[in-house]
């Protein structure tokens, strides 16, 4: 029985079930996801308590070796690429009202985010090429294929620090970070690459280019959707992709706001479990496969979603991921809860050294 508590993660199957019945209904019903993700789970975290225990001692190698923990999250990557095609299929019905339209658009940003880039995250933190592989088809559905090379090489690397554009300043407003994170990211993935093939002596301009093949894929992906459903369904596959890519962004705000590593001379301080928000809130833990165990991930980026620890010296949220993804999008209100929060952290490192 031990072995079935993998099952536990399943529930992250419920938003592309919700996603579907979007796309097979119509009015406010399109907008189920969003509902259950933004509103029900952070009502439900509100009332109950976030659980800090963490596995037995010894569980830790069973967890490894249960292939139910990898089967689950491999089977997300075709239950992505299949609700992306119905959402394509889906889309061309006629009579389809404004709102029905943008209710199924937002599903597949859901989708796009919470399946496609947390999912590809976690593969793409994976050792095996052809898990990092699935990991970037996930990331192709979200037009966010050089996630990979900026988030394992350089992000990882500088979380936490003001090179690091992923990482929120604090007092800085989340529509400020949204297009900061975004170009920096970006950018600093083409210099990456360009950096690497300069190491290896290869042309910067052949496909041995992980951006340049990266982006004929996704270009090759937007292509296709132009020539057999019409340029009007690029538009709505666009505008899911950006949804999901601005939820990535939210979750890259949370995460990091606000707290810094300290620089002696030339090199900052190893990453230690208080650079990162942490999320003990279990129902967000359950759907985002562990992702708000951040502190752990950060301090051994290699450890499986299913072994990552609650840790005593990160710095907790008062609730879970989805509750505080909604409270960054007010940004006086965010300011209100996390700015103490981030001195009181800032005072006890002091307090400390």
Not at 116 to 141: C, D, S
Not at 257 to 284: A, F, I, Q, T
Not at 302 to 313: A, E, N, P, T, V
């Amino acid at each position: 029985m031990k072995g079935l508590k993998a099952l536990k993660y399943s529930v992250g199957f419920v938003l592309p079930a919700l996603t579907w019945w979007s796309f097979n209904s119509y009015s406010w019903i399109t907008f189920l996801p969003f509902i259950y993700i933004f509103i029900m789970i952070p009502l439900v975290e509100l009332l109950i308590p976030a659980d800090d225990s963490n596995f037995e001692k010894g569980e830790e190698a069973s967890r490894l070796d249960n292939a139910l923990y990898d089967m689950l999250i491999y089977l997300m990557v075709p239950i992505q690429l299949f609700t992306l095609g119905y959402f394509i299929f889906s889309m061309q019905e006629v009579g389809l009202s404004f709102v029905d339209k943008a209710g199924r658009i937002l599903s597949m940003g859901l989708c796009c985010g919470i399946i496609g880039i947390n999912i590809g995250h976690e593969l793409g933190h994976r050792k095996l090429e052809w898990e990092r592989w699935l990991a970037k088809i996930n990331l192709m559905t979200s037009l966010n294929m050089h996630f990979m090379h900026e988030h394992n090489l350089h992000h990882h690397k500088m979380v936490s620090t003001p090179e690091d554009p992923a990482t929120a300043k604090f007092g800085e407003p989340l529509y400020f970070f949204w297009f900061r994170s975004i170009t920096g990211v970006y950018a600093m993935s083409w210099k990456l690459e360009r950096q690497r093939l300069q190491r290896k002596g290869i042309s910067f301009w052949s496909l041995n280019n992980q951006m340049i093949t990266d982006h004929i894929i996704q270009i090759g992906l937007i292509a296709a959707i132009g020539f057999f459903f019409g340029a009007t369904m690029v538009g709505y596959f666009l505008m899911a992709a950006l949804v999901g890519h601005l939820l990535l962004e939210t979750v890259n705000y949370i995460e990091h706001y606000g707290l810094m590593r300290n620089k002696k001379g030339d090199r900052y301080e190893r990453v230690m479990p208080h650079h990162s928000w942490n999320s003990d809130h279990m129902v967000g833990r359950l759907h985002l496969f562990e992702l708000s165990r951040h502190s752990d991930h950060h301090f051994i980026s290699s450890r499986k979603y299913q072994i990552l620890r609650h840790m005593d010296k990160s710095p907790q949220m008062p609730t879970g991921y989805p509750g505080m993804m909604i409270l960054s999008t007010v940004p006086p209100l965010w300011f209100a809860v996390m700015n103490p929060r981030v001195k009181k952290v800032q005072e006890e490192l002091l307090q400390a050294s």
